[in-house]
């Protein structure tokens, strides 16, 4: 069987379509992802958790006995997430449930409560510049800065640094990483970055993983990969997110009235 092209338009404009079909059909699909990269697609509930339990299944390619199995020897946009530091989303087992541990606080419900503020005085001025212009771009202009600055009020990054760090973030995560530039500059940035912050610790999530570095629970490169898979890792999901709900309840404009229970469980 021939895999999966996943990246065409009825699947951008209509995931659901797609997903549902191999969801039905094939919950264990190969695909080919953009930039030619064969993978295996899981998208039925059972079969998911029997990956996640399946210790054969890594996040880590440093476990992998021959390192080209991970990308077959070759690099893609994105896989950044893959190859660079130790955090999250590149960690087993121990290493992951000690992560997990040390970012658990930070994101309990009565931690998160205090954003709320914030996220709502950011997104009544996004959609007031919105409403005030004569054509917008939904993720250039709302959903995509709505996930930076929200991002970077968590980790306690400041202001000065957002546009640059933003940048050179989308740059990398977006691009052939190994021949890119800016990857090295990212990386410096993070440098002065932390540095700072170690100068005038607060109550964010930043001080939170330094204090952490200081007691010994994470490595000084940790706390790079941490911070930045936290920054980078808070931006794309949530412009996704973001931007397909908005196309979603545009599609299907009854959607909210009939169900307005999903908003609560999908936030």
Known sequence: MMPTLIDGDATVWCPHETFRTLREHAPV???????GLVAWLVTGATEARAALADSQLAYDLRRLSDPRHGFAGHRYPGDIFAVEGRHLLNSDGADHERLRAILAPLF??????CWEPFIERTCAELLDRLVGGARADLVADYARPLATRVTAKILGIPSAHLYELSRLTLNV??????????GAELFRLWARIIGAKKRALGEDALSHLIRACRRGELSPQELTSVAW???SGGISPVTTFVAAGAIELM???????????LIEGSV
């Open 251 to 261: 599609r299907v404009p009854g959607r909210r009235a009939v169900d307005p229970v």
């Open 229 to 231: 898979g936290l920054f």
């Open 108 to 113: 309990t419900r009565s931690a998160t409560a």
């Open 29 to 35: 699909q190969e695909v080919v992802l953009p930039g």
């Open 173 to 182: 995560i977006t691009s052939d990483y190994p021949r890119h530039p800016e």
